[in-house]
């Protein structure tokens, strides 16, 4: 089991910009997928974008255009790169993790707030 480790969070206003990262204890070369799921106030936790272990990656509608997922094998590190935030966008963001055995990882969570 990878422990997962996010970072990057913060307050932002409508407009700007914010880059989450999660750092895994483990090689990322060993796992199916990573990925991110947001889970807003009173909702239930979605997912925002996930990278598999040839680089294809998937987002959510609300995601396309302005997110950008991506890897750094080297580092063991994930990042989501989150531009023209909105305040739809605020949430406890998930860094996630599958292996090849299926075992899902979850981290601790990193929170967004996009507001004026």
């Known amino acids: 089991q990878v422990q997962l480790v996010e970072s990057g969070g913060g307050l932002v206003q409508p407009g700007g910009s914010l880059r989450l990262s999660c750092v895994s204890s483990?090689?990322?070369?060993?796992?199916?997928?990573m990925g991110w799921y947001r889970q807003g106030p009173g909702k239930e936790r979605d997912l925002v974008a996930k990278?598999?272990?040839?680089?294809?990656?998937t987002y959510a509608d609300s995601a396309k255009g302005r997110f950008t997922i991506s890897r750094d094998n080297a580092k063991n590190t994930m990042y989501l790169q989150m531009n023209s935030l909105k305040p739809e966008d605020t949430g406890l963001y998930y860094c996630?993790?599958?292996?090849?055995?299926?075992?899902?990882?979850w981290g601790q969570g990193s929170q967004v707030t996009v507001s004026s």
């Open positions: 996630w993790t599958i292996g090849k055995n299926y075992f899902n990882s």
């Open positions: 483990g090689s990322i070369l060993s796992l199916s997928a």
């Open positions: 990278i598999d272990s040839s680089g294809s990656t």
